[in-house]
């Protein structure tokens, strides 16, 4: 099974501040990438796929990059709406695996 | 609009066999490179993949569950169905479907539209 790792597992950080989250990948996943936001409660929501493509209705202010084993997802001026947890997917094999999670928290 | 929407019992004995229940519209499953894939959250944990079927009925299952797990789809009631046998309270969850797109380009293999998630509780 290729793991998933994320850090940090969360941070707190102000609005208008750059966020970066990491999702490392266990092996080579080339650039089978996929983002997703979760609200508490809520379903997941698909930000990237293919590790960098913003997926449509998305704010242009979330951006991903990476490939092979190291992605980031950054933020580039966080707003009080994006608080939520963060989560990273591998769709190399389709024993798709996801990230631990980052907890994202609005000062 | 791609919706989707589980359903099924909240409540589960163990042992028992958990039939969950997609209903979805705006899209069909048997265009090519379409799926439908089962993801779980049990409380306070992270996301876990379950099991996925695409428009020509390959299916394919967590390694882990597979003994356990049956996925099926009636194309025309535009349904998927999810089976889990000898529940456990670890399964204690929600239960997400959720759209696999064709896959549009290059390295595009996502979830792009999720269900509400249903609640699935395992308890004596």
């Known amino acids: 099974d290729i793991q998933m790792t994320q850090s940090p597992s969360s941070l707190s950080a102000s609005v208008g501040d750059r966020v970066t989250i990491t999702c490392r990948a266990s092996q080579s996943i080339s650039r089978y990438l996929n983002w997703y936001q979760q609200k508490p409660g809520k379903a997941p929501k698909l930000l990237i796929y293919a590790a960098s493509s913003l997926q449509s209705g998305v704010p242009s202010r979330f951006s991903g990059s990476g490939s092979g084993t190291d992605f980031t997802l950054t933020i580039s001026s966080l707003q009080p709406e994006d608080s939520a947890t963060y989560y990273c997917?591998?769709?190399?094999?389709?024993?798709?695996?996801f990230g631990p999670g980052t907890k994202l928290e609005i000062k | 609009q791609i919706t989707l929407k589980e359903s099924g019992p909240t409540l589960v004995k163990p042992t028992q066999t958990l039939t969950l229940t997609c209903t979805f519209s705006g899209f069909s499953l048997s265009a090519s490179g379409v799926g439908v894939g089962w993801i779980r959250q049990p409380p306070g944990k992270a996301l876990e993949w379950l099991a996925l079927?695409?428009?020509?009925?390959?299916?394919r299952y967590r390694p882990s569950l597979k003994s356990r797990l049956t996925i099926t789809k009636d194309t025309s009631k535009k349904q998927v169905v999810l089976k889990m046998t000898n529940m456990d309270p670890v399964d204690t969850a929600t239960y997400y479907c959720a759209h696999r797109p064709f896959p549009h380009g290059n390295y595009v293999d996502c979830f792009d539209y999720w269900g509400q998630g249903a609640l699935v509780t395992v308890s004596s």
């Open positions: 079927i695409y428009w020509n009925d390959d299916k």
């Open positions: 997917q591998q769709s190399y094999t389709t024993l798709y695996t």
